[in-house]
C-alpha cells in the first residue's frame, strides 16, 4: 500500500476519492484552493495541507482531481515563466504522479515528457462514474502510461476504483475517456428528448423510463442517471439539479472532442450538436447545475 498519498483537488470527485483513500488505511494529506473541501476531509482523518509545497512533502503518490487542461499545467508544472511553482520542483525523488482530471492528450503528453526528465513516473488515470461511483469506490480509471507506471497505478486505484484499463501510452487514457463522454452526452441529449416527448404526449416519465430500460433506448442514463425530476430519487434531478457533473465540464469534455476530431479529420456530427446544446444551455446561466440539466432546455416555458 502507499504510504502517503497527497491529493490535490477536492471538489465533487476528489473529495470522495481522497475519502475512499482514508477508508482504504492509507496515510493522506489534501489540500484545495478553497480551504474549506480540505477541512472538512480533517474530521475523515486526512491532513490538511496549505500550500502545495507542505501537501507532497513527504508523500510517495501525488494524486490530481482539477477541472482542466490549464490547472493541471499549472500546478505540475507551475504557471507561465514560474516552474518553481510547479510539483515537479517540489516532489521528492521517486513520487508516482496520478492526474486523474479530464483533460486534453496534449497537455497530459507534456506532463509525461517533463516527468520522464526528471526521472518520475506519472500516468493520465482519468475516471468515469460520476460523483455516486466515486463515493462508492467504484469508479472505471483509464490509464495512459508505460506498463511499469500502469502496474504501480493498480495498486494504488483499487482503493478508489472497481475497473482499471490501460488505454496506451500517455495521453491515450484522455482520449478514450473524451471518445466516452461526447457519447455519454449524445446519450444525455437522447434521453432528455425523449422524455420529453413523451411527457408532452401525456405519458408518465416514469412509466417511459422502465418501458426505455427494457428495450432498445436502454442506455446508462436512464439506467443511473435520468434526467427528469422526479423519476430516480437519488439522481441530480430529483435534487434540484445539484452536481454531480457540472454542465459547463461536458462542455469541456466536449470542447476536447472537437479538438481531437479537427486533429484527426473524423466526422463527429452528434457530438457537434451535442456540443451546441451544451453551450447555449450554460449561456442561459445553468454552468454550475449538473449536466442532466439539459432536460430543462427541452421544456416548453411555462407562461
Ligand atoms: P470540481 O470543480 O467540483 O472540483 C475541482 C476542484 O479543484 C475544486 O475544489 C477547485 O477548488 C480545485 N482546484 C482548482 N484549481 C486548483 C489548484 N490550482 N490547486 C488546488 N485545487 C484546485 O470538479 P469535479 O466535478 O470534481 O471534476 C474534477 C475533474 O474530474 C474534471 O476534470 C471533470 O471533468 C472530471 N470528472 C468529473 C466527474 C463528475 O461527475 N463530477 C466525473 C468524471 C470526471
Known amino acids: 500500500m502507499a504510504t502517503t498519498i497527497a491529493f490535490i483537488g477536492l471538489g465533487n470527485m476528489g473529495s470522495p476519492m481522497a475519502r475512499n483513500l482514508l ?18 476531509l480533517e474530521a475523515d482523518g486526512a491532513v490538511a495541507a496549505a500550500n502545495l509545497k507542505e501537501v507532497v512533502a513527504g508523500a510517495d503518490t501525488v494524486i490530481t482531481m482539477l477541472p482542466a487542461g490549464q490547472h493541471v499545467h499549472d500546478v505540475y508544472l507551475g504557471p507561465k515563466g514560474k516552474p518553481e511553482q510547479g510539483l515537479f520542483a517540489m516532489v521528492a ?51 495512459g502510461g508505460t506498463d511499469s507506471a500502469f502496474h504501480r497505478a493498480e495498486a494504488v486505484l483499487q482503493y478508489v476504483g472497481k475497473n482499471i484499463f490501460h488505454a496506451g501510452q500517455a495521453g491515450d487514457g484522455q482520449m478514450a475517456k473524451i471518445c466516452n463522454n461526447l457519447m455519454l452526452a449524445v446519450q444525455m441529449a437522447g434521453a432528455c428528448e ?28 436512464l439506467e443511473l442517471y435520468n434526467p427528469c425530476p422526479g423519476v430516480m430519487e437519488n439522481a441530480p434531478a430529483s435534487k434540484g439539479y445539484q452536481p454531480g457533473f457540472m454542465s459547463k465540464l461536458m462542455l469541456k469534455d ?13 466526422a463527429v456530427p452528434m457530438g457537434t450538436l451535442a456540443r451546441n446544446l451544451y453551450a447555449f444551455h450554460n449561456a442561459n446561466g445553468n454552468e454550475l447545475l449538473d449536466f442532466s440539466s439539459l432536460f430543462e432546455f427541452y421544456q416548453r416555458q411555462q407562461k
Open 23 to 40: 477508508k482504504a488505511g492509507c496515510h493522506v494529506k489534501v489540500f484545495d484552493l478553497n480551504r474549506e473541501a480540505a477541512r472538512k
Open 254 to 266: 466536449l470542447g476536447l472532442g472537437m479538438d481531437a476530431a479537427l486533429h484527426s479529420q473524423s
Open 194 to 221: 425523449a422524455l420529453n416527448l413523451g411527457v408532452e404526449n401525456g405519458l408518465d416519465p416514469k412509466v417511459l423510463s422502465d418501458i426505455m430500460l427494457q428495450s432498445s433506448g436502454r442506455n446508462w442514463v
Open 93 to 143: 525523488p521517486g513520487t508516482f504522479l496520478i492526474d486523474s482530471s479530464t483533460i486534453d492528450p496534449a497537455t497530459a503528453k507534456e506532463v509525461a515528457k517533463y516527468a520522464e526528465q526528471h526521472q518520475l513516473e506519472f500516468v493520465d488515470a482519468p475516471v468515469s462514474g460520476g460523483v455516486a461511483g466515486a463515493e462508492a469506490g467504484t469508479l472505471t480509471f483509464i490509464v
